[in-house]
């Protein structure tokens, strides 16, 4: 267990040494764009590794070209904002956004030529499983009959060309949609020849690769479309046919303090996002020059920068999530079944277990999200004693039971009130919806404070108990969607402490009025009022606290880093000798290791089998250790924009497994990744045996453990109560 005892380099610097080094050069800190880029690098090498299950490589690959879609439509869409308003502010790293955007561009088409690489090398890898991708010039008869049959049935009626000619003006080309562009002529007139665009149905239409009978042999649907267009252009010679494909910015957010409706305008945003500028092109490697320019003109592009080539592989690698589910169980990852959490595993109500016990960690996906947080709706819902429930919603999903335990509660005679984020980049639609549900089911629906994202985790109950009125909550890391619970790395509390309670009140009756009155938090840090100065004030007091005999210790393991004050305030508690491990997912601007500056730092990455989104903020605090866990990253965005919870974790068992999680990742040579002084990510390897086990896979093996000495215990075995040190 790391300790503050055990860092090396505690000693504090010279005064005179520390003080030349002047934190506003813009080389202290790293782009957030590049760095974004280098984490994505970092997924792709799991699809390199040879270490990781076929098939899992093959996702990673998919999750490599979904990241960059979105990238292009948030990221690039943004700089591309900023350019078209002739803004020249530089970031605090020194670049201008048409500076950020051609460094972007060169490690994007760096990154898609790797991934091209190993694309065709895990096709080959997976032929040896006789799991095929094929082109027709593999099919025989039989395959070609077939697949004939299937397009005139199934793929012909659900499509349109559309010519492009003076008569028929260039035609609208959706977002992320997969297009041909043919070049065909009549017979007999060599000298005319004219251009058709023909949109191939995937996505909710169609499934990109179509499975032939029996086997795992699949044909990409551009390929049977290709193949088959004598169908859709009877007598029509077709010169040529080259695929493209176009992302458009998402970035359509409006000033809704202007807003009279919320809901109509975001439901516009939608609605306009279609029609949003288009900032990339993607062509197949063999799209010949003019054609190439004339779709760039006819789109807006510059088709030297904006166009990327695709080379001779497939367009649209995120459709390989199509594959990843091919059951063959030796191609995959080892099954895993979260494990319900021991201590409420024996417990018939959840409140008076709370009650009894003060606080309970949940750990996700590693135990079970229905059992912990969707049981604690349903309790509320169906408990006479529950008079209120009141939460936030960001994201959830279809088969996450959050929505129907809301309904539940409402029509069992509950005050319900929730909070919905309309504002959820990429699933305002599915809000938008959830809203009107519960809303009709007599649910107090609002959208947050104007101004504001709530991005928040929270849920408040509010039960008559035997002594009166009484507070419960939960409080996590992760969205209250049963999907990423599975997938994500993330932590909730469930706790009756009533500070933690009047909090919550208080934080509700700001989000559902907007009022914003000097408000008293006891122990609850939300954003943007509390947060960030509490973050910024306990790195100070780590300093100040900080000594030889007595070294300072700041640990965060989170999402992102990219808020300047906070990086500038770690460099402080650095340059005077404190500790500092940061465990980032993906942007950082922190560099470690500056000599004089940051030697005591380090930042760590984790890329493996779960998505890291866990939020953990630790502080030595000369011994009397502080740690709190939460909704918000270290981004200006989440500390002054967005309405977020963060809280204090108390209680010996909590924090030892809060301290096995934040211990086990920084010791992690099979799936960490360590930053050097020039912002370079270098992959640690294992040394040993003990070190091929990754941080996730301890998770996994603890939450065993757990299980274990429960059952133990209740079988009699053990007469010692297994919900202490190591159960919580």
């Given at each position: 267990?790391?300790?503050p005892?055990s860092?090396?380099?505690?000693e504090p610097r010279d005064?005179?040494?520390a003080?030349a080094i002047?934190l506003?050069?813009p080389?202290?800190?790293?782009n957030?764009?590049l760095?974004?880029?280098a984490?994505?690098?970092r997924?792709?090498?799991e699809?390199?590794?040879a270490r990781n299950p076929?098939l899992?490589?093959?996702?990673?690959?998919?999750i490599?070209?979904s990241n960059l879609?979105?990238?292009?439509?948030?990221r690039?869409?943004?700089?591309?904002?900023q350019?078209g308003?002739?803004?020249l502010?530089k970031?605090?790293?020194?670049?201008?956004?048409?500076?950020q955007?051609t460094?972007?561009?060169?490690?994007?088409r760096?990154?898609e030529r790797?991934?091209?690489g190993?694309?065709?090398?895990?096709?080959?890898a997976?032929?040896?499983?006789d799991i095929?991708i094929?082109?027709y010039?593999?099919?025989n008869r039989?395959?070609?009959?077939?697949?004939?049959?299937h397009?005139?049935?199934?793929?012909f009626?659900?499509?349109?060309?559309q010519?492009?000619?003076?008569?028929?003006p260039?035609?609208?080309?959706?977002?992320?949609?997969l297009?041909?562009?043919?070049?065909?002529?009549f017979?007999n007139q060599e000298?005319?020849t004219s251009l058709?665009?023909?949109?191939?149905?995937?996505?909710?239409s169609?499934?990109?690769f179509?499975?032939?009978p029996g086997?795992?042999?699949?044909?990409?649907?551009e390929?049977?479309?290709?193949n088959?267009?004598d169908?859709?252009?009877?007598?029509?010679?077709?010169?040529?046919?080259?695929?493209?494909?176009v992302t458009?910015n998402s970035n359509?957010e409006?000033?809704e303090?202007?807003?009279?409706?919320?809901?109509s305008?975001?439901?516009s945003?939608l609605?306009?996002?279609?029609f949003a500028?288009?900032?990339r092109?993607?062509v197949?490697g063999?799209t010949?020059?003019t054609?190439?320019?004339?779709?760039?003109?006819?789109?807006?592009?510059?088709?030297?920068?904006?166009?990327?080539?695709?080379?001779?592989?497939?367009l649209?690698?995120?459709?390989?999530f199509?594959?990843v589910g091919?059951?063959?169980?030796e191609?995959?990852?080892?099954p895993?079944?979260?494990f319900?959490?021991?201590l409420l595993?024996g417990?018939?109500?959840?409140?008076h277990?709370?009650r009894?016990?003060?606080?309970?960690?949940?750990?996700?996906?590693y135990?079970?999200?229905?059992?912990?947080v969707?049981?604690f709706?349903?309790?509320?819902a169906?408990?006479p004693?529950v008079?209120a429930i009141?939460m936030t919603l960001y994201?959830?999903?279809?088969d996450?039971?959050v929505?129907d335990n809301?309904?539940r509660?409402a029509?069992?005679?509950?005050?319900v009130a929730?909070?919905?984020?309309l504002?959820?980049?990429f699933d305002?639609?599915?809000?938008?919806?959830?809203a009107?549900?519960?809303?009709?089911?007599g649910i107090?629906?609002t959208?947050?404070?104007?101004g504001?994202?709530?991005?928040?985790?929270?849920v408040?109950v509010v039960?008559?108990?035997y002594?009166g009125?009484?507070r419960?909550l939960?409080?996590?890391?992760?969205?209250?969607?049963?999907?990423t619970a599975?997938l994500?790395?993330?932590?909730?509390?469930l706790t009756?402490d009533?500070d933690?309670g009047?909090d919550?009140t208080?934080l509700?009756?700001?989000l559902?009025?907007?009022?914003?009155?000097?408000?008293?938090?006891?122990?609850?840090?939300?954003a943007?009022?509390v947060?960030k100065a509490?973050l910024?004030a306990?790195?100070e007091?780590?300093r100040?606290?900080?000594?030889?005999?007595?070294?300072g210790?700041?640990?965060?393991?989170m999402?992102?880093?990219e808020?300047?004050?906070i990086?500038?305030?770690l460099?402080e508690?650095t340059?005077d000798?404190?500790?500092?491990?940061?465990?980032?997912?993906d942007?950082?601007?922190?560099?470690?290791g500056i000599p004089?500056l940051s030697d005591t730092?380090r930042?760590?990455?984790?890329?493996?089998r779960?998505?890291?989104h866990?939020?953990i903020?630790y502080?030595?605090?000369?011994g009397?250790?502080e740690?709190?866990?939460?909704s918000a990253?270290?981004m200006?965005?989440n500390?002054e924009?967005?309405v977020?919870?963060?809280?204090p974790?108390?209680g010996e068992?909590?924090?030892?497994?809060?301290r096995?999680?934040i211990?086990?990742?920084?010791?992690?040579f099979?799936?960490g990744?360590?930053?050097d002084a020039?912002?370079v990510?270098?992959?640690?390897m294992?040394?040993?045996?003990?070190?091929?086990?990754?941080?996730?896979?301890?998770m996994?093996?603890?939450?065993k453990?757990?299980?274990?000495?429960?059952k133990?215990?209740?079988r009699g075995?053990?007469?010692?109560?297994?919900?202490g040190?190591n159960?919580?």
């Amino acid at each position: 267990m790391l300790s503050p005892e055990s860092s090396e380099s505690t000693e504090p610097r010279d005064a005179d040494d520390a003080a030349a080094i002047d934190l506003k050069d813009p080389s202290l800190y790293l782009n957030r764009e590049l760095t974004w880029l280098a984490f994505n690098r970092r997924v792709l090498a799991e699809a390199e590794d040879a270490r990781n299950p076929l098939l899992e490589r093959v996702k990673f690959l998919a999750i490599v070209s979904s990241n960059l879609d979105e990238f292009f439509m948030k990221r690039i869409g943004g700089l591309k904002q900023q350019l078209g308003a002739g803004m020249l502010k530089k970031t605090v790293d020194g670049r201008t956004p048409r500076e950020q955007i051609t460094e972007c561009y060169e490690l994007v088409r760096e990154q898609e030529r790797i991934q091209q690489g190993v694309f065709r090398n895990l096709r080959a890898a997976l032929s040896e499983h006789d799991i095929e991708i094929l082109q027709y010039s593999q099919l025989n008869r039989d395959d070609l009959d077939f697949l004939r049959a299937h397009f005139h049935d199934n793929i012909f009626p659900l499509i349109t060309p559309q010519s492009i000619d003076p008569a028929h003006p260039f035609p609208f080309i959706s977002n992320l949609s997969l297009n041909f562009i043919v070049q065909v002529r009549f017979p007999n007139q060599e000298d005319h020849t004219s251009l058709a665009r023909i949109k191939v149905p995937t996505g909710d239409s169609l499934p990109r690769f179509i499975q032939l009978p029996g086997r795992n042999h699949y044909v990409p649907l551009e390929e049977v479309m290709r193949n088959n267009l004598d169908m859709l252009l009877p007598e029509m010679e077709v010169i040529s046919e080259h695929m493209f494909r176009v992302t458009r910015n998402s970035n359509t957010e409006r000033n809704e303090e202007h807003a009279d409706d919320l809901l109509s305008m975001i439901e516009s945003e939608l609605r306009e996002r279609r029609f949003a500028p288009i900032v990339r092109m993607q062509v197949e490697g063999d799209t010949d020059d003019t054609l190439r320019g004339m779709l760039a003109a006819e789109l807006g592009l510059d088709e030297h920068a904006d166009v990327f080539d695709a080379g001779g592989d497939m367009l649209a690698m995120r459709d390989l999530f199509q594959l990843v589910g091919i059951d063959e169980p030796e191609l995959h990852d080892e099954p895993f079944q979260p494990f319900d959490n021991p201590l409420l595993k024996g417990s018939s109500n959840l409140f008076h277990l709370i009650r009894e016990r003060g606080a309970i960690l949940l750990q996700h996906p590693y135990e079970s999200f229905g059992t912990s947080v969707e049981r604690f709706l349903k309790e509320a819902a169906h408990d006479p004693k529950v008079r209120a429930i009141k939460m936030t919603l960001y994201r959830t999903s279809s088969d996450t039971q959050v929505i129907d335990n809301l309904v539940r509660a409402a029509r069992n005679g509950k005050q319900v009130a929730v909070v919905v984020e309309l504002k959820a980049r990429f699933d305002e639609a599915a809000n938008i919806r959830w809203a009107a549900r519960m809303e009709e089911a007599g649910i107090h629906v609002t959208y947050g404070v104007v101004g504001l994202k709530t991005h928040s985790k929270i849920v408040l109950v509010v039960r008559n108990d035997y002594n009166g009125l009484k507070r419960y909550l939960h409080i996590g890391t992760g969205n209250y969607h049963a999907g990423t619970a599975r997938l994500y790395s993330d932590l909730g509390i469930l706790t009756n402490d009533q500070d933690l309670g009047r909090d919550a009140t208080e934080l509700f009756n700001y989000l559902t009025t907007g009022y914003t009155p000097e408000r008293y938090y006891r122990k609850l840090l939300p954003a943007p009022k509390v947060l960030k100065a509490a973050l910024l004030a306990r790195i100070e007091r780590e300093r100040k606290l900080h000594s030889a005999e007595k070294p300072g210790l700041i640990q965060f393991k989170m999402n992102a880093l990219e808020d300047v004050d906070i990086t500038r305030a770690l460099y402080e508690a650095t340059r005077d000798g404190v500790r500092v491990d940061l465990i980032v997912r993906d942007t950082c601007r922190f560099r470690p290791g500056i000599p004089g500056l940051s030697d005591t730092g380090r930042v760590i990455s984790i890329v493996g089998r779960f998505l890291e989104h866990t939020r953990i903020y630790y502080f030595h605090n000369g011994g009397d250790e502080e740690y709190f866990i939460g909704s918000a990253d270290c981004m200006k965005r989440n500390l002054e924009s967005r309405v977020e919870v963060v809280t204090p974790v108390d209680g010996e068992g909590l924090c030892e497994e809060l301290r096995f999680m934040i211990d086990s990742q920084l010791a992690d040579f099979r799936n960490g990744w360590e930053m050097d002084a020039d912002g370079v990510y270098t992959r640690r390897m294992p040394r040993n045996d003990d070190e091929e086990i990754d941080a996730q896979q301890r998770m996994i093996e603890r939450a065993k453990q757990r299980e274990r000495q429960a059952k133990q215990y209740q079988r009699g075995k053990s007469r010692r109560p297994v919900a202490g040190r190591n159960l919580r």
